[in-house]
Structure formats: C-alpha cells, structure tokens
Nanobody, 124 residues
Framework: QVQLVESGGGLVQAGGSLRLSCAAS????????MGWFRQAPGKEREFVSA????????SYGDSVKGRFTISRDNAKNTVYMQMNSLKPEDTAVYYC?????????????????WGQGTQVTVSS
C-alpha cells in the first residue's frame, strides 16, 4: 500500500503564496506520475498539475499556468507545488495523487492512490 500525505495548506490573502508538499511512503510502488487536483464545494474535482517522475516533465491546468509550479525531490519521494499570485477562486481542498502506469496525467480516474487532502483558502 502507498500512503500520500499532503501538507502546507492554509489561509492566505489574495496575491499571496503557499507551498504544498506531498510525501509518498509505503510499498515498492513506483509512480509514473504524481499530480495535484483540487475540489471546491459544489464543483467537480479539477486537474491542477502533474509531474512525470522519471523525466520531470510537467503539465498544468489552464487556470494555474504561470502561477503554480510543480517539482519533485526523488530522494525524499516528495512532490511540491509552489502556488503564487493566489486568487479567491483557488480556494479548494487540494489532493495529491500517484499514477503507476503510463498514460494521460490530467484525468483523476487514471490515478491509483490519493492523499487525504489539504484545505487552501484564499481571502479577497
């Protein structure tokens, strides 16, 4: 079993920054990609960003391009997401996810493991 533990959420004013972390532990699972999704109340889960573990290539949702940056630390099995220029519409629960097989990284259904989520609230 793989455990994903997110941290770094909180309350921030519009224009501020936060950095989320996701630490992976557990079995010998080797992720093809790690991703971040978010879900606001009453809305569907939305793709935010992803990083392919071996190549380091990244993908971003249109609403966060240029503001969010995903990165990884192979030695620590940890993925980070730096969030700058935060907007009230970024308010959501942010989930970290791990995908074991090759394929598209923007669809939640393709991920095998999920963290418990961390709340990000951006005040106006």
């Amino acid at each position: 079993q793989v455990q994903l533990v997110e941290s770094g959420g909180g309350l921030v004013q519009a224009g501020g920054s936060l950095r989320l972390s996701c630490a992976a532990s557990g079995s010998t699972f080797r992720a093809y990609a790690m991703g971040w999704f978010r879900q606001a109340p009453g809305k569907e889960r939305e793709f935010v960003s992803a990083i392919r573990w071996s190549s380091g290539s990244t993908s971003y949702g249109d609403s966060v391009k240029g503001r969010f940056t995903i990165s990884r630390d192979n030695a620590k099995n940890t993925v980070y997401m730096q969030m700058n220029s935060l907007k009230p519409e970024d308010t959501a629960v942010y989930y970290c996810a791990a995908r074991g097989s090759f394929g598209g990284v923007t669809t939640a259904g393709g991920y095998d493991y999920w963290g418990q989520g961390t709340q990000v609230t951006v005040s106006s």
